[in-house]
């Protein structure tokens, strides 16, 4: 069509954006939201090994009703929001262990939490986690890095809290790449991930803290009140999802996503029923 003959206004008749193309799924998804799948799917085994054992006397036992939720295509959207966000607080994980006594390289076997009484407690279990932090976030960039065969990462000597930035955004820069990687090593990473954050959360005495929004979801044809904001260390927001338990539409927002769209609440950019 000449130019000419087109509409006055090139955004008067906007295109759909194409949408964009869904890898087959590799199977369930290996991290948290299917541990009720596998635990019911472990005991299954259990209870029909030990049915076949007995001569298959008895009721064979039924296979669990419990359907996963398969992976996206390695994990499904939610967990892999949820591992996104824990791999970006590991900076401010890596600087809280280091908040209490307990937890530096100074503090007496006195002032540790002790555990087992036939193991003696580490001198300095907050340094310890902390060595463990960057050690396999180093580990984990430097076998992406060779999978890409991008240059080798720089250490930042006498720095490691810049050494440990440094692998966090380059893992969070290639995160779709390493979840499309490996099944086995997606399952790996997102629970090296998970165990790292947590772990640090809870020597802190400081987990997440979960709460409802007032506001409905932002989202297109949801507008329904079922907000969950979980915080970190902090008070940093890991992610806000409306929750289908409570009639949402399940999306997720990241902490950009969630400031983005308060920012246009405060501007007067929304309109009044979303943001009452």
């Not at 759909?16 to 087959?24: K, S």
């Not at 008895?58 to 398969?70: K, L, T, Y």
């Not at 503090?107 to 986690?129: C, I, L, N």
């Not at 802190?204 to 929004?213: G, M």
Request: aromatic share 8%.
């Amino acid at each position: 069509m000449p130019r000419y003959k087109g509409p006055y206004w090139i955004h008067s008749q906007p295109e759909p954006a194409p949408e964009p193309e869904h890898a087959p799924s590799l199977g369930p998804c290996p991290h948290w939201c299917n541990k009720k799948w596998r635990d019911a799917a472990e005991n299954h085994a259990k209870a029909l090994d030990a049915w076949t054992r007995t001569g298959c006397r008895g009721e064979q036992p039924q296979p669990p009703e419990i359907e996963p939720w398969p992976g996206e295509p390695t994990l499904c959207r939610k967990c892999a929001a949820i591992v996104r966000s824990a791999l970006r607080e590991l900076p401010n994980a890596y600087d809280a262990l280091a908040s209490a006594k307990y937890l530096t390289r100074t503090a007496t076997a006195d002032d540790e939490r002790r555990g087992r009484s036939d193991v003696p407690p580490s001198p300095s279990p907050g340094a310890d986690h902390q060595d463990e932090i960057l050690s396999f976030a180093r580990d984990w960039e430097d076998a992406l890095r060779r999978h890409l065969r991008h240059h080798a990462a720089t250490d930042h000597f006498g720095d490691p809290r810049a050494t440990l930035h440094a692998s966090v955004e380059y893992l969070n820069t290639n995160y779709q790449t390493l979840l499309d990687w490996d099944y086995d090593l997606v399952e790996e990473f997102a629970g090296d991930i998970h165990r790292a954050y947590a772990t640090a959360v809870a020597m802190v005495k400081n987990k997440p803290v979960r709460r409802r929004l007032p506001s409905p979801c932002p989202s297109p044809g949801c507008d329904v009140k079922a907000l969950i904001q979980e915080e970190g260390i902090a008070g940093k927001p890991w992610y806000v999802e409306c929750s289908e338990r409570l009639g949402g539409c399940g999306r997720l927002y990241s902490e950009s996503d969630w400031d983005w769209f308060a920012k246009l609440l405060t501007d007067g950019h929304v309109r009044p029923a979303v943001a009452a």
